[in-house]
């Protein structure tokens, strides 16, 4: 998987993750996408992205909201909350997230050897990391 990818799916469990917590905050609402810098025409690509990967069964379900300047820009549900009982997706479904140390450690190393930050696999890991004693 390339780290770009990676990079964009973590950008959205964090996305998904935060909206519900940025719901409860209430911020207030751009009448329009411009309003806050942002492209109503790229909104719409990331609900249709979103409609297919729920369609093709990639994901039962998510909530994406993107604030910009301290206002809401652009907010919607896709999906189902739980697929069993077929309840829909709502802006307020709380998000159960595992530990998510491994995912952000997992991309931070593959960040740092993409531009070069991790050299040689084969030196000591004492070179790296200091002894617990």
């Given at each position: 998987m390339k ?92 998000f159960r ?37």
């Amino acid at each position: 998987m390339k780290i770009r990818t990676m990079a964009k799916m973590v950008a959205a469990t964090l996305a998904v993750a935060g909206a519900t917590a940025l719901a409860a905050q209430e911020l207030p609402r751009a009448a329009r996408p411009e309003e806050v810098g942002l492209s109503a025409a790229r909104l719409q690509r990331l609900s249709d992205r979103m409609k297919l990967g729920v369609d093709k069964g990639e994901i039962p379900g998510a909530v994406v909201l993107v604030a910009r300047r301290g206002k809401v820009a652009y907010q919607e549900s896709f999906g189902l909350r739980d697929p069993d009982t077929r309840a829909p997706m709502r802006a307020d479904t709380v998000f159960r997230i595992a530990s998510m140390t491994k995912p952000f450690t997992s991309l931070a190393i593959m960040m740092l050897a993409e531009e070069g930050g991790c050299r040689s696999p084969t030196r000591p890991r004492s070179t790296f990391l200091r002894s617990r004693t």
